[in-house]
């Protein structure tokens, strides 16, 4: 049976929130999903043993404890829509969620596509992006700041493991979403030439001709700066280099997910309703 102890395989990140701010990254170790999805699959919708799923959801609900309630997940399209707690539980078609209660704790799932963590730096609020190249082109993490409802400027963003810029080849058609919205900027005299060499830097070309390789971390940075989030940490993943701990969509195709998941703890003496894990 794998290790029931999630600790060792799991990903903390390293940023500066308050103690009450729980987060975590999962890896492709620790459960008990089969060949192709080997070992912790978080996803549903992948082709794997739905009681497997189940399996491996326990045991991330598990080690979060019994503080927090179950998970909210989200089914996610690729889109900018972001969504709010739901004391039912159901499942959300969204990209983004924001969580504002104690006790609560939500995640996206990816392999390969960018998750972002945010928290308020006094904790009280806190939310967690899937951004892919269309979400992030579209302004997902912009949407997200927005409907937190606290200053940028007191954000902090954490970049988790994603499919880095040796291996993510795009087309003309990929440059041209991110690069637009700060040609049009400039051209209104909102930001400077500085930024749209920028996001050109962020697309070196690729071995194939008319192709680029695409850095998503630095995309994500400059979207999150253009509207006053410049506390950012993490990046420097790749999810297809490191087969033996990341699930990669782009290098495998069938494949599982993991998870990244943010939560507030309740503080002692807060009042909280919480339901048990299942």
Not at 61 to 82: S, Y
Not at 242 to 271: C, E, H, K, N
Request: some cysteine; overall charge negative; aromatic content about 6%.
């Amino acid at each position: 049976m794998p290790n029931p102890d999630l600790s060792p395989l799991l990903i903390r990140p390293d940023w500066p929130v308050p103690p009450s701010v729980v987060a975590v990254v999962t890896t492709r170790e620790g459960g008990c999903s089969t060949v192709p999805f080997d070992t912790f699959n978080l996803a549903v919708h992948v082709g794997d043993n739905p009681a497997d799923v189940e399996q491996n959801r326990r045991r991330l609900q598990a080690w979060l404890g019994g503080e927090l309630r179950p998970v909210q997940w989200l089914n996610q399209v690729h889109g900018t829509r972001v969504a709010a707690l739901r004391d039912d539980g159901q499942t959300e078609t969204a990209d983004a969620l924001v969580i504002d209660r104690p006790g609560c704790v939500g995640a996206v799932l990816t392999a390969d596509c960018l998750p972002v963590l945010l928290a308020a730096a006094d904790g009280s609020k806190v939310a967690v992006a899937h951004a892919g190249w269309r979400g992030l082109a579209g302004g997902i993490l912009e949407r997200t700041v927005a409907t937190m409802g606290v200053p940028a400027s007191g954000i902090v963003a954490w970049l988790g493991p994603a499919i880095g810029a040796c291996h993510f080849e795009v087309g003309e058609d990929v440059r041209e979403a991110f690069l637009e919205p700060f040609l049009e900027a400039f051209l209104e005299a909102q930001t400077d030439s500085r930024q749209c060499s920028a996001v050109e830097a962020a697309f070196r070309p690729a071995p194939t001709q008319g192709k680029y390789l695409a850095d998503l971390y630095t995309l994500a940075r400059l979207r999150l700066s253009a509207v006053g989030v410049d506390a950012v940490h993490g990046g420097g993943w790749c999810t297809v280099c490191d087969g033996s701990r990341f699930y990669s969509y782009r290098r495998d195709g069938l494949t599982g997910r993991m998870a990244t998941v943010i939560g507030i703890l309740p503080q002692p003496g807060q009042p909280q309703s919480i339901t048990s894990p299942s």
